[in-house]
């Protein structure tokens, strides 16, 4: 697992690659941590090199859409592939979460 | 094929391992996706609340029905009786700010597997789970 911030004028831009199980799913929430500090408030992550993720994972997802909702800023996860898509859509955070 | 896990304290990723090593798993990745997703769920609901402090066992198993393509995980332990099938199910239909982020776990064993079953006998956790892997 791999998490790459990369902090811009606009916006954050973010790569998330490997799989986020439970030998890692801590050490991903807090490789998210600066994100829910500070910075710009809004989020872009490419999704592409995502291979899979627990409930643990989708936990930290949805604590960092709370905070940006509550900056008033936007978060998009782009290019993720189907089986994790399939996750995020059984459990709803299709729903809560900008999928592009 | 079977196996006793003692102690199991930190010991989820060696179990999960062991069963998707199993030669009952099937090959194809979507498959195994999802098999692996309900098996870290379930294994990691014993490993982090069935024993005060992870001192127990977990036994961990599969098994391929060869003419049914039924294949079936089984998970026992001898914690605290619990029956997460009991837990309430998450609201998917919430607003980010309103979900609560319990029972996530359990909920994607239900959606992935076919089906799920729990039972209490002679002091044991009984965990089971179904998949029919016709196409692998």
Redesign the interface.
């Known amino acids: 697992m791999e998490v790459i911030i990369n902090k811009q004028l606009e916006k954050t831009l973010v790569e998330v690659k490997g799989r986020i199980?439970?030998?890692n799913a801590e050490q991903f929430q807090h490789d998210l941590m600066p994100l829910m500090e500070g910075g710009p408030k809004d989020i872009d992550i490419d999704c592409s090199g995502l291979e899979?993720t627990?409930?643990?994972g989708?936990?930290t997802f949805?604590m960092l859409?709370?905070s940006v909702?509550a900056k008033g800023g936007q978060m998009v996860l782009r290019h993720m592939n189907p089986?994790v898509k399939e996750?995020f859509d059984?459990?709803?955070f299709s729903?809560?979460?900008t999928i592009l | 094929m079977k196996k006793r896990f003692n102690p199991i304290k930190d010991k989820?990723?060696e179990i999960?391992n062991f069963l998707m090593a199993s030669p009952d798993m099937p090959s194809d990745?979507?498959l195994r996706?999802k098999l692996?997703?309900s098996i870290?769920?379930a294994?990691?609901n014993v490993v982090r609340y069935a024993y005060d402090g992870g001192i127990g066992w977990l036994e961990a198993g599969t098994n391929l029905d060869h003419d049914s393509l039924l294949l079936t995980i089984e998970l026992r332990d001898a914690g605290i009786p619990f029956n997460p099938l009991e837990q309430p199910e998450?609201?998917?239909?919430?607003?980010?700010?309103d979900?609560d982020?319990g029972g996530?776990?359990i909920?994607?064993c239900k959606?992935?597997m076919d089906t799920i079953s729990y039972r209490y006998e002679d002091g044991n956790n009984i965990l089971t789970m179904t998949k029919k892997i016709e196409n692998s």
């Open positions: 199980d439970t030998t899979y627990s409930s643990q989708l936990r949805l859409q709370k909702n089986m996750v059984i459990t709803g729903n809560i979460i | 989820s990723s999960i990745e979507a996706f692996q997703l870290e769920e294994v990691e998450p609201d998917i239909t919430a607003k980010a700010e979900r982020i996530l776990g909920y994607l959606k992935l």
